[in-house]
């Protein structure tokens, strides 16, 4: 069974950084895509990063140029820097992987931007 563990999470102050990891228990070498999610208390989960097999990545407009998602096959882990960091950022981030269009979840880690 895959498994996806986040780490990283934590409370920040506005304007701070953040890096989470998600360790995955397959390799990650062949997946399809790769990606970050967060959902605050009452939204809907949204993507906020997204990575292709290929390495092509893209970003909703209100974190580019604040967050870059990046991946170290060798560890198999995915990462999330978050830079300049809102309260609106606050959110729980769950790490997903796509392989053979099946889609696996972390767990989430809580991610608090709050002076």
């Known amino acids: 069974q895959v498994q996806l563990a986040e780490s990283g999470g934590g409370l920040v102050q506005p304007g701070g950084s953040l890096r989470l990891s998600c360790a995955a228990s397959l390799s990650i070498f062949r997946v399809d895509a790769m990606a970050w999610y967060r959902q605050a208390p009452g939204k809907q989960r949204e993507v906020v990063a997204h990575?292709?097999?290929?390495?092509?990545?893209n970003y909703p407009d209100s974190v580019k140029g604040r967050f870059t998602i990046s991946r170290d096959n060798a560890k198999n882990t995915v990462y999330l820097q978050m830079n300049s960091l809102k309260p609106e950022d606050t959110a729980v981030y769950y790490c997903?992987?796509?392989?053979?269009?099946?889609?696996?979840w972390g767990q989430g880690t809580q991610v608090t931007v709050s002076s």
């Open positions: 997903n992987i796509r392989e053979w269009g099946r889609d696996y």
């Open positions: 990575l292709t097999n290929g390495g092509t990545t």
